[in-house]
């Protein structure tokens, strides 16, 4: 699994996405444990060791050259612990909160935080995103958010946008119509005070990946996020 990983960020063909020998180590425990167990525990339908390392470990990887030392960053709607696991375990001096509300998947979480042995810089936090986002411990505490195959991008602007500082960023993982939902996201960027920047592309076996950037210009109104499910229900 080691070198399935290698030679997957080795195709990426980008000086940006590096990894040491002990995070390449951590990196395919992680996905060992999600072949054996993704399945079973409903965290994943990817059953391929192939699969897993390019859609679970490296994709992941993609927004790690905006992370640096001494980030605070959560991952939303974190799932089986994607894009966080991976991003904490290339990105050591910084400290990330995987929120998932899922009580199974949190608890998949922590249990991967422990045996990778990086829980003094990640967290699980079962609890739902706009819960979160209201809670004065983390909203506007963070300089990253960062969000994989959650939803729409106006939605992850309203869910995100209010956890960030002032002039910290969103960064979610898109694919080909990244334009068109940057389209649809003018009314979310103008309530939630933030703006689209320029994007980080990258391919991964042929298909171009995106990470679209989303700073935050001001203090988000505190009537966002709205009441739980009404950001995805029902998108500014």
Not at 79 to 97: E, Q, Y
Not at 125 to 145: Q, T
Request: contains cysteine; proline residues 6%.
């Amino acid at each position: 699994m080691k070198e399935l990983i290698r030679e997957c960020i080795r195709a990426i063909n980008d000086p940006l996405i590096t990894v040491t020998d002990e995070g390449l180590t951590k990196l395919a425990r992680f996905a060992e444990n999600l072949l054996t167990y993704g399945s079973e525990r409903g965290l994943t339908s990817l059953t391929k060791p192939e699969d897993i390392v390019r859609e679970l470990i490296v994709d992941s990887l993609g927004a790690m050259s905006f992370i640096g030392q001494g980030q605070r960053v959560a991952d939303i709607g974190s799932g089986a612990g994607v894009p966080g696991i991976p991003l904490s375990i290339v990105r050591p001096d910084s400290f990330f909160i995987m929120v998932e509300s899922q009580t199974r998947k949190a608890n998949w979480i922590e249990e991967q935080i422990l045996e990778l042995g990086i829980e003094d810089k990640a967290h699980a936090l079962p609890m739902r995103i706009e819960d979160v986002a209201h809670s004065d411990n983390w909203r506007g505490k963070l300089d990253f958010v960062v969000a994989k195959a959650l939803a729409g991008l106006p939605s992850l602007i309203e869910l995100g946008v209010p956890l960030l500082k002032n002039n910290g960023c969103l960064l979610a993982y898109k694919g080909i119509k990244m334009q068109e939902e940057i389209e649809q996201s003018a009314e979310a960027l103008d309530k939630l005070h933030s703006q689209v920047e320029e994007p980080y592309q990258y391919t991964l076996e042929d298909r171009t990946r995106y990470i679209c950037v989303v700073r935050k210009l001001k203090a988000t109104p505190k009537g966002y996020p709205r009441r739980c499910g009404m950001p995805q229900h029902n998108p500014l």
